[in-house]
T-cell receptor, first 110, second 114 residues
C-alpha cells in the first residue's frame, strides 16, 4: 500500500522567513493534494498536482511535484502568523481513496 | 463553511452509551468518507461510500457502524466505545465516480470516550 512521509514533523519559524515542507511517496503519485488544518478543525484544500514537474502557486504558497512524481514540496514565502497550522499531503493512487501523510505542524512567531 | 457540515462539533460519551455522528453535504458529490484523526497519527480512512454503497471498510471495529441513506447524508453510529476511540472524526465528500478531484472536509466531531 502507498505511504506518504512528510518532513519535517514540526517547524517553528520567525515571521517573514521562507520555509519548505516535503512529502515523499513510496509509490508513483497519480494525484498529490496539499491541505491545511487548524488545530481541531477540518482540512482546507490548498492545491492539487498531477503532472510531473507541475508547479502551482496561490498567494505566498507554492507547491511542486517532481518529474518522477514521487516527491512534492510546499514552499511558503515570507511566512505570516496566519500560515500557522498543520500541513498535510494526500495521495489518491488513481482511486477514490485519499491517504494522508503524517503532517507538518507549523508555528510562526512574530 | 466548506459545504460539508458535521454535527455535533463535540461529544463526550460513556463506554456504554450509543450515539451517532452526522455529516451532510449539498455539493452534489457522490462519494462520502469517514476519517479518524488521533494524536500523532496520520489520518486514517475508515469508510468510503460511492453512490450510497459502501465500497471500503478499512478493518474498522464493529462498534463503529456507518449508514448512508442518500448521497447527501452520512452517519457514524457509535456503541460500546473504548477510551482509545477518542479522536477527531472527519467527514469528507468528493465528486466520486472513480476519480478524485479533491475532497471537501467538514470541521469534524471531537469525540471523547470516558
Amino acid at each position: 500500500s502507498q505511504e506518504l512521509e512528510q518532513s519535517p514533523q514540526s517547524l517553528i519559524v520567525q515571521e517573514g522567513k521562507n520555509l519548505t515542507i516535503n512529502c515523499t511517496s513510496s509509490k508513483t503519485l497519480y494525484g498529490l493534494y496539499w491541505y491545511k488544518q487548524k488545530y481541531g478543525e477540518g482540512l482546507i484544500f490548498l492545491m492539487m498536482l498531477q503532472k510531473g514537474g507541475e508547479e502551482k502557486s496561490h498567494e505566498k504558497i507554492t507547491a511542486k511535484l517532481d518529474e518522477k512524481k514521487q516527491q512534492s514540496s510546499l514552499h511558503i514565502t515570507a511566512s505570516q502568523p496566519s500560515h500557522a497550522g498543520i500541513y498535510l499531503c494526500g495521495a489518491d493512487g488513481n482511486t477514490d481513496k485519499l491517504i494522508f501523510g503524517t503532517g507538518t505542524r507549523l508555528q510562526v512567531f512574530p | 463553511e466548506t459545504g460539508v457540515t458535521q454535527t455535533p462539533r463535540h461529544l463526550v460519551m460513556g463506554m456504554t452509551n450509543k450515539k451517532s455522528l452526522k455529516c451532510e453535504q449539498h455539493l452534489g458529490h457522490n462519494a462520502m468518507y469517514w476519517y479518524k484523526q488521533s494524536a500523532k497519527k496520520p489520518l486514517e480512512l475508515m469508510f468510503v461510500y460511492n453512490f450510497k454503497e459502501q465500497t471500503e471498510n478499512n478493518s474498522v471495529p464493529s462498534r463503529f457502524s456507518p449508514e448512508c441513506p442518500n448521497s447527501s447524508h452520512l452517519f457514524l453510529h457509535l456503541h460500546t466505545l473504548q477510551p482509545e476511540d477518542s479522536a477527531l472524526y472527519l467527514c469528507a465528500s468528493s465528486p466520486g465516480g472513480g476519480k478524485n478531484y479533491g475532497y471537501t472536509f467538514g470541521s469534524g466531531t471531537r469525540l471523547t470516550v470516558v
